[in-house]
């Protein structure tokens, strides 16, 4: 079955250090959505990507989607106490009807 | 415009009693999905509606839950009869139509099983 992964499973990082995080796919996707989960909270979309190799911003928060269209990437700069959260990858595969979500990165960040 | 609505927010139930969950989309959303997420997990796929047909139920343990959505608009998702692996927390997404518009959640429902 489909598979979508996400490394790493966990990131502590000071604040301000930058962050990153993978997301892989087993199959090709038509498109890939970000969303950010706060503790305790539900998932928020953040992003859509749609075309092989389309890199999206916003603010300190990077997006791409690889040329392939099985992986993508979401990366942070200078983070804050605020960017802290779970983040999942969402991918939407060709003819699929919904979106399988990735096991989650989930990011601390020390004041 | 108001969010995604869904009650409970926690129940506590022990096994193999019955529970329901009741979610309200935002208004003019065709697409009601119901997700299980497990702590540490992703979220998982139970059911997917288009207005009040069924799109995908493919994930959805048929034996123990069931869902509906009678008129197009809200929903209730029932576990009969629940189980200890139950535990988790649902939620409700909907979306305009396709996934290409991405997904508003509601704030979930958080069982616990004992």
């Known amino acids: 079955g489909q598979q979508v992964m996400q490394i790493p499973q966990y990131q502590h990082v000071q604040e301000g250090e930058d962050f990153t995080t993978y997301c892989n796919s087993s199959t090709t996707l038509s498109n890939i959505q970000w969303y950010k989960q706060r503790p305790g909270g539900h998932p928020v979309f953040l992003i859509q990507?749609?075309?092989?190799?389309e890199v999206k911003k916003q603010k300190r928060l990077t997006f791409q989607f690889g040329e392939a269209k099985k992986n993508s990437s979401l990366h942070i700069t200078a983070t804050q106490t605020t960017d802290v959260g779970t983040y999942f990858c969402a991918g939407l595969k060709t003819g699929a009807n919904n979106l399988f979500f990735g096991t989650g990165t989930r990011l601390t960040v020390i004041p | 415009e108001a969010g995604v609505a869904q009650s409970p927010r926690y129940k506590i139930i022990e096994k193999r009693q019955s529970v329901a969950f009741w979610c309200n989309p935002i208004s003019g959303h065709a697409t009601l999905y119901w997700y299980q997420q497990i702590l540490g997990q992703g979220p998982k796929l139970l059911i997917q509606f288009q207005n009040n047909g069924v799109v995908d139920d493919s994930q959805l343990p048929k034996d123990r839950f069931s869902a509906e959505r009678l008129k197009g608009v809200d929903s209730t998702l029932k576990i009969q009869p629940a189980k200890l692996e139950d535990s988790a927390v649902y939620l409700c997404a909907s979306s305009l139509g396709s996934p290409l518009y991405g997904y508003t959640f509601g704030s979930g429902t958080r069982l616990t099983v004992v």
């Open positions: 990507l749609v075309k092989s190799g």
